[in-house]
């Protein structure tokens, strides 16, 4: 059995889960699967570090006595029978009962039922995604392939399941794109005219925001998310995203120097500030509209807080950032105070978008030199000063830190002297 194959080439924690919830499920006379993306991965040999576990049962009464066996943390959702399972080696597993799904309104979610495993694959997106494999003892490794999943793989296509695919989840049609691009798969003809038809009925308008936002998030956090957005742009447009949004000219290229960007923060500053690259893709992608728009699609959307802040503060900070720093003869403490209240995201998207040697070097000696100064002298030298803490106090640290930048003093003493005279002048 390939499969068996497979599951046994996995790393050995992973190999190794998945026989014990086997066993258990044994025990308790349900049958297990392992099922969706992570058998689609396993076939097509791509690492995929999240198991998708669905039992014909009681999933969170199974999930519990997983975590309790195995000393694992355990989040349930009841509403939706689902559960997570963290703790493991470098994967986490979610963990559902097999469900039947009934859309009884288009684009809303469906009223559930407990479905065999063949209900649970029939309400999957895509034949790909609609495979489970078998993890019982007596059938270990069998693959259950009702809808032509295999097949699909091996013909590189996304096909769906059934006409009301796209009209029950319109978010399927940002799935097939994406995925259709991950793998340089096609859509199927057939899913093709699914589409166009839920598209032309305007299913995308319709759906739930934050669901479509969800969806969004997951292109921009694709390897190349350019591709994706180029082809959903073709079958749909982006209006159901923001009145008047089209597909920019230089997109493909300000995503390219993105990408160029990114890399090279990750050689040299990872260890420094984490940073959310698919932030600077969303805050490429909504730049284009007013910032009016920019802030209505992100309330609309409900993006997270700090997401919108950082699409909100490119569009509010690109032109006095571009025209300070493109001055003649700017000091570093310019620099410093322009760019210290920002993001990294929105810094690096500052470079990309001026496209200018002298704006490049400031960014730079920015984040190589500038930023990563400290002071020798602390607040407690300032109150054997004399200074009582309050806001002047910080104000003071900070004065002196931008004479430092600026080279004014430059060790110990000279810090303690300018605090001196700062003290004095207060
Ligand atoms: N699924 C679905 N319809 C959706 C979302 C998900 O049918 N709108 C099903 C698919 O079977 C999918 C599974 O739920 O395989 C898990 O969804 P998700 O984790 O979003 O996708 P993956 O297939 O694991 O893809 P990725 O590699 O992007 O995580």
Redesign the pocket.
């Known amino acids: 059995m390939l499969f068996l194959k497979k599951i046994n080439e996995l790393p050995g924690p992973m190999a190794d889960f998945i026989r014990f919830a086997g066993r258990l499920a044994d025990e308790k006379k349900i049958n297990a699967y392992v ?4 058998v ?2 396993l076939f097509l040999g791509i690492p ?1 570090y ?1 198991i ?1 576990l669905v039992v014909e049962g009681d999933g969170i009464a199974f999930a519990e006595e997983l975590s309790s066996k195995l000393s694992l943390h355990v989040v349930t959702h009841k509403r939706f029978g689902t559960a997570t399972l963290s703790g493991l080696e470098g994967f986490k597993v979610d963990i559902a009962t097999s469900r039947k799904e009934i859309y009884e309104k288009p684009a809303a979610l469906p009223t559930v039922s407990k479905g065999l495993i063949q209900d649970d694959l029939f ?4 034949t790909i ?2 495979m489970a494999i078998a993890i019982n003892s007596p059938c270990f490794g069998k693959l259950m392939d009702f809808y032509g999943g295999q097949d699909d793989l091996k013909k590189g296509l996304i096909r769906a399941l059934h006409p009301l695919s796209f009209i029950d ?1 319109p ?2 049609i940002l ?1 097939a794109v ?1 995925f259709e691009q991950r793998f340089d798969f096609k859509i199927e003809k057939q899913a093709l005219v699914w589409i166009k038809e839920a598209v032309h009925r305007r299913m995308l308008h319709i759906v739930q925001k934050h669901r479509l936002r969800d969806e969004l998030i ?1 292109i921009f956090k694709e390897k190349a998310p350019i591709k994706p957005l180029k082809r959903l742009y073709a079958l749909c447009g982006l209006t159901y995203i923001a009145e008047g949004l089209r597909f920019q000219r230089h997109w493909p290229n300000y995503f390219h120097e993105a990408a160029k960007k990114i890399a090279w923060y990750r050689e040299h500053f990872l260890h420094k500030r984490h940073i959310e690259p698919y932030v600077i893709y969303l805050a490429l992608f909504f730049y284009p509209l007013s910032l009016k728009a920019a802030k209505k699609a992100m309330l609309d959307f409900a993006f997270h807080k700090g997401v919108s802040s950082r699409v909100v503060s490119l569009k509010e900070n690109t032109l006095k950032i571009k025209k300070e720093l493109s001055k003649k003869n700017v000091v570093p403490s310019t620099v410093y105070r322009l760019l210290e209240p920002l993001s990294y995201e929105v810094i690096l998207l500052f470079e990309i978008l001026a496209r200018h040697k002298a704006i490049s070097g400031h960014i730079e000696d920015f984040l190589f030199i500038y930023n990563g100064q400290r002071l020798h002298i602390k607040g407690e030298d300032l109150s054997r000063l004399g200074l009582k803490p309050g806001p002047y106090f910080k104000k003071v640290l900070d004065d002196i830190l931008v004479a430092k930048i600026d080279g004014k003093v430059r060790d110990r003493e000279e810090e303690l002297g300018l605090a001196r005279k700062l003290i004095h002048l207060k």
Request: glycine residues 10%; charged residues 55%; without cysteine.
């Open positions: 099922v969706g993306g992570f689609r991965d995929d999240d998708d309400r999957r997106d895509f995604n609609a989840d978010t399927r799935r994406r997951l």
